[in-house]
């Protein structure tokens, strides 16, 4: 169970009733992976615990050079939660990351820069509390393999549900055939469903950690899955996020199973998103509910869509940061790439759920993926609303039409935006649209991340011809 202690005292009494060993500090860089330092719980004290712990900054992508390379990392205790995969107790903790040179919360620091959102937030009067509900969808493969080099270059995942597998011999046994197909994965029962027990272990061990499970289901596309949780606060919901592909991967490992958040690894198969649920509160009351409206949305509501329409092509290089990600967004694989709303309608980019009341009213965009951050992910598609909200910006819509029929040119016709193709047009229009992250990301953020990405994924991707490319133009 997640430990939920808010004082020192009550940490060290937790940690002495389970007999804690080890103390795991864990952190987020900029692309969303978790990092972790481990303690022996004898050298932790009220001291450390209060004042943080050193390490080394410079060792992380993108973050502090090396002659100024030490930086603190301030635990969270009220994150801690018992480690359930290692073989001797561990507590696991949540950490910002403090500057020692600036006397600050550190820019670069993902969950640093969501507090501050926040923050932005109630200064300017408009919320004092924000709710977000991820849905991050995964795969489950057997087995993967990847090459990449200077002369090959190739990748192969494997599942047993995969319709590839129909004359597969599976040494002493048999193949069953009960598969769900391209496309035809949703809700069917066992045996087409062969992931069922496994769900379960990781909705078991979810809620041990501290997570709220609602249900867990087979997805579309063939080996997917997802695991419903309950809505939280933005920062809390974003380190679920962390917890919850931490749950997931370690549990198809221990299985002898691979899970991946990848968007898009099966060429022709439906993409795995995460589509982020949201709500801005006020006093306790539901900002975004009128009752009576067009699906009960307020007017302050529709501004906040509107200004993450508006700035969709650079809010992209924080909910999309992979080249991956554009390969999901494309027509025919229920890709919400275009930029309108509609209540009930999974083809929009942006859904409002069905009989919600006053306190479940939101607005859910489906166009993020789970290469993103959370805590960036979930701080720019909200400073994108709230200069939505500042400047009255109404999005395009309602459109109650299946988009996914539309053709391009209907798209165009119909004056309706769209999402960037790539990762490169995403990361071009984040630096010539960044002026609504101002009040909480500073320029050398802005600056580092566009760089690190066009460095580490669009520069490298662009210059890597691949198997495709060989069998259309080789014999050219």
């Known amino acids: 169970m997640g430990v939920f202690v808010n004082n020192v005292e009550g940490f060290f009494a937790y940690c002495k009733e389970h007999e804690v060993e080890f103390v795991d500090l864990r952190f ?37 050079p090396i002659n100024r390379s030490d930086m603190i990392l301030k635990p969270d205790i009220g994150t801690a939660f018992l480690d359930p995969f290692t073989a001797d107790a561990t507590i696991i903790v949540i950490c910002d990351v403090f500057d020692i040179y600036k006397g600050d919360l550190y820019e670069k620091c993902p ?68 598969r769900p197909r391209t496309k035809g994965g949703y809700f069917p029962v066992q045996p087409i469903d062969s992931m069922v027990d496994l769900r ?3 909705m078991h061990i979810l809620e041990e950690v501290g997570l709220e499970v609602i249900l867990g289901h087979h997805e579309v596309a063939q080996a997917q899955g997802e695991i419903g949780i309950v809505f939280s606060d933005m920062i809390t919901a974003a380190d679920n996020v962390q917890k919850y592909k931490y749950v997931v991967k370690m549990v198809a490992h221990l299985n002898g199973k691979t899970a991946t958040f990848m968007p898009k690894p099966l060429y022709g198969d439906n993409g795995s998103g995460m589509h982020v649920h949201q709500s801005l509160w006020k006093n306790g009351k539901n900002l975004f509910y009128n009752q ?13 869509i509107g200004g993450i329409f508006k700035h969709a092509a650079s809010v992209a290089a924080f909910t999309n940061p992979s080249t991956n990600s554009y390969k999901r967004l494309i027509p025919g694989f229920e890709a919400p790439s275009i930029l309108t709303y509609s209540s009930q309608n999974r083809s929009a980019s942006c859904r ?45 819509g309602p459109m109650d039409e299946d988009l996914f029929e539309l053709t391009l040119d209907e798209i165009r016709e119909k004056g309706i935006p769209q ?33 690190y990405k066009f460095e580490t994924q669009v520069w490298p991707d662009e210059a890597r011809p691949t198997p495709f490319e060989f069998k259309t133009t080789y014999s050219c």
């Not at 692309?31 to 022996?40: A, I, Q, S």
């Not at 924000?130 to 795969?139: R, V």
């Not at 979930?378 to 400047?391: E, N, P, Y």
């Open 419 to 451: 999402m960037p193709h790539t990762l490169r047009e995403s990361l071009e229009n984040l630096i010539a649209d960044h002026d609504y992250l101002k009040p909480v990301f500073t320029e050398e953020f802005i600056e580092t991340y566009q760089h």
């Open 292 to 304: 009576g409206e067009y699906a009960n949305l307020s007017e302050m509501a529709l501004h906040y």
């Open 200 to 202: 379960a272990e990781m």
């Open 352 to 396: 409002i759920p069905y009989g919600a009341g006053e306190k479940a009213t939101r607005v859910e965009v489906r166009f993020p993926d789970s290469t993103a951050c959370p805590y960036l992910a979930f701080s720019v598609m909200m400073l994108a609303g709230l200069d939505g909200i500042k400047h009255k910006m109404v999005p395009v």
């Open 111 to 178: 969950r640093s820069i969501a507090k501050k959102a926040l923050k932005h937030a109630e200064s300017i009067g408009i919320s004092d509390a924000a709710y977000f509900g991820p849905e991050n969808e995964f795969f489950i493969f057997d087995h993967v393999e990847f090459i990449e080099g200077i002369n090959q270059a190739g990748y192969k995942v494997d599942s047993e549900e995969g319709e590839w597998n129909d004359a597969m011999k599976f040494g002493d046994s048999n193949n069953t055939g009960h």
């Open 28 to 64: 987020t860089d900029i692309k969303g992976t978790w990092h972790h330092l481990t303690y022996r719980m004898s050298a932790v004290n009220a001291g450390n615990i209060e004042n943080g712990f050193p390490f080394d900054g410079s060792s992380i992508d993108a973050w502090q």
